[in-house]
């Protein structure tokens, strides 16, 4: 069964650091893998995917993320965090032929000053 | 940048009522999904639709639960008997196409508490 685990369920980092989310999904072939942001009062805005191809992708905000199949892992990274980086990332995956999404539980950011 | 729009925010209700989770999708997109997270938990797929029809469900997404296009703008989720259980966030999404190369969009949610 496909499954997708973000071991942490909250991150401080400051402000300026670096940023490292991380992902892992358990599924028996190549999935599509997201990542989505949520803010307080906000829906899920996705940040970035990955279908095939070049497996670091470049998404919205400074972020980005790697495809790593031998670790079944989908990490989310930011070189230099801001304090709007505030808020909840969920990995998401999908299934080929099926339009359902999996989540993770989620990952809290909290940037401190 | 169209969104999806969902209403209401929040919705409290007894045990044992009926409640409507409205969302408006994406005007020209075709695929329409329903999410939930109960606290603490996994953001969890019910069901998709298209033409019209559920194309896949849960197996949360029992007897109870339903789903609608009355008009050309809504997708609605109705939940006949309320329970205790079913307090979380409720999010709609929509896509314009099945395939998973279509990204699908979230609504803000809808946090529904059952007292």
């Known amino acids: 069964a496909q499954s997708v685990t973000q071991p942490d369920i909250h991150i401080t980092v400051s402000e300026g650091a670096s940023l490292e989310l991380r992902c892992n999904y358990s599924y028996g072939a190549t999935p599509y893998l997201f990542w989505y942001v949520q803010s307080p009062g906000q829906g899920l805005q996705l940040l970035l995917k990955y279908f095939s191809g070049d497996t670091l992708v470049q998404g919205i905000k400074g972020f980005e993320a790697e495809f790593k199949r031998s670790q079944s892992s989908f990490n989310l990274r930011k070189p230099s965090v801001h304090w709007s980086d505030a808020a909840e990332y969920f990995c998401a995956v999908g299934r080929p032929g099926f339009n359902k999404f999996y989540f993770g539980s989620g990952t809290k950011l909290n940037v401190k000053p | 940048e169209p969104e999806v729009t969902q209403t209401p925010s929040h919705q409290v209700t007894q045990m044992g009522q009926e409640v409507i989770l409205r969302c408006v999708p994406i005007?020209?997109?075709?695929?329409f999904y329903w999410y939930r997270q109960i606290l603490g938990q996994k953001v969890e797929f019910l069901v998709s639709?298209?033409?019209?029809?559920?194309?896949?469900k849960s197996e949360i997404f029992d007897d109870q639960f339903s789903v609608e296009r009355p008009d050309g703008s809504n997708f609605t989720l109705k939940i006949r008997s309320t329970k205790l259980e079913d307090s979380a966030m409720y999010f709609c999404a929509s896509s314009g196409g099945a395939s998973l190369g279509e990204t699908q969009y979230f609504g803000p949610g809808t946090r529904l508490l059952v007292l």
């Open positions: 639709f298209y033409n019209n029809e559920i194309s896949e």
């Open positions: 005007s020209n997109h075709l695929y």
